[in-house]
Nanobody, 125 residues
Framework: QVQLVESGGGSVQAGGSLRLSCTVS????????LGWFRQAPGKEREGVAA????????VYADSVKGRFTISQDSAKNTLYLQMNSLKPEDTAMYYC??????????????????WGQGTQVTVSS
C-alpha cells in the first residue's frame, strides 16, 4: 500500500520560511504526479503546487507563485515544498498527495489516489 508521510510544519512569523517534506513509499505507477494541497478551517482543500515525475514539470497556484518551490529527490523518494515570504493567509493544514500522471487537472483533489496525514502550518502577523 502506498504511504505518504509529511513533516516540517510549524509556526512562523509573516515573512518567514518553512520547508515541508513528504516521503513516498511503495508507489505503483511508473510515472505520476505529486502534489501539495492545503486546507484552512471552513475552506475547501486547494491545490498549492504539483510536480510531474516524467520531465519534472512543475505547476503552482497563482497565490504562491514566486514564493513556494516544489521539488523532489527521487533517490530519497521525498517531495519537498519550500515556502518563503509566508503570509498569514498561508495558514492551513498542508497535505501531500500522489496520483497517476494522466488524470486531469493537477489542482483537483479527486485526481489523486493517495494522501498523507497532513502537517500544520501557522503564520502569525
Amino acid at each position: 500500500q502506498v504511504q505518504l508521510v509529511e513533516s516540517g510544519g510549524g509556526s512562523v512569523q509573516a515573512g518567514g520560511s518553512l520547508r515541508l517534506s513528504c516521503t513516498v513509499s511503495r508507489y505503483t505507477y511508473s510515472t505520476y504526479v505529486l502534489g501539495w494541497f492545503r486546507q484552512a478551517p471552513g475552506k475547501e482543500r486547494e491545490g498549492v503546487a504539483a510536480i510531474y515525475t516524467r520531465g519534472g514539470y512543475t505547476v503552482y497556484a497563482d497565490s504562491v507563485k514566486g514564493r513556494f518551490t516544489i521539488s523532489q529527490d527521487s533517490a530519497k523518494n521525498t517531495l519537498y515544498l519550500q515556502m518563503n515570504s509566508l503570509k498569514p493567509e498561508d495558514t492551513a493544514m498542508y497535505y501531500c498527495a500522489a496520483g497517476p500522471q494522466a488524470g486531469g487537472e493537477w489542482y483537483r483533489a479527486r485526481r489523486y489516489n493517495y494522501w498523507g496525514q497532513g502537517t500544520q502550518v501557522t503564520v502569525s502577523s
